[in-house]
């Protein structure tokens, strides 16, 4: 999700820019909200930290490409849209807005 989409959010800063290397990720919880911060070609994104088929963690999965694999179960996900790809899930994961502001890396959450 881009900055611009990102009316009625509330953003919170996480780290410098640098401090997250390419192809690394960050895991952060931000009002109770578990989530994974990407470091994928450049961009910075951002996806709840759940696999939507059993409610587990799915930032510890393999990251092929724009997509990331359910470590337990290997359901499929798209970082960037959150839209799911493969079985056994069958609904999306959050994604949330993310900016660089200051030099530091923003992440938003709905202010509602």
């Known amino acids: 999700m881009t900055?611009?989409?990102a009316i009625g959010y509330q953003f919170f800063r996480i780290a410098k820019v640098n401090d997250i290397p390419?192809?690394?990720r960050l895991f952060i919880e931000i009002g109770?909200?578990?989530?994974?911060?990407?470091?994928?070609?450049?961009?910075?994104?951002?996806?709840g930290d759940v696999c939507?088929?059993?409610g587990g963690s799915i930032g510890?999965?393999?990251?092929?490409?724009?997509?990331?694999?359910?470590?337990?179960?290997g359901a499929r996900f798209n970082i960037k849209?959150?839209?799911v790809l493969s079985l056994p899930a069958v609904t999306g994961i959050p994604i949330y807005p993310v900016r660089i502001k200051d030099g530091?890396?923003?992440?938003?959450?709905s202010a509602e």
């Open 3 to 5: 900055e611009n989409n």
């Open 22 to 24: 390419a192809g690394e």
């Open 32 to 47: 109770g909200q578990p989530i994974v911060l990407f470091s994928l070609n450049g961009e910075f994104l951002a996806t």
């Open 52 to 54: 939507t088929h059993d």
């Open 60 to 73: 510890e999965g393999e990251v092929i490409g724009d997509e990331i694999v359910c470590p337990r179960h």
């Open 81 to 83: 849209t959150g839209e």
């Open 104 to 109: 530091y890396i923003e992440v938003g959450i």
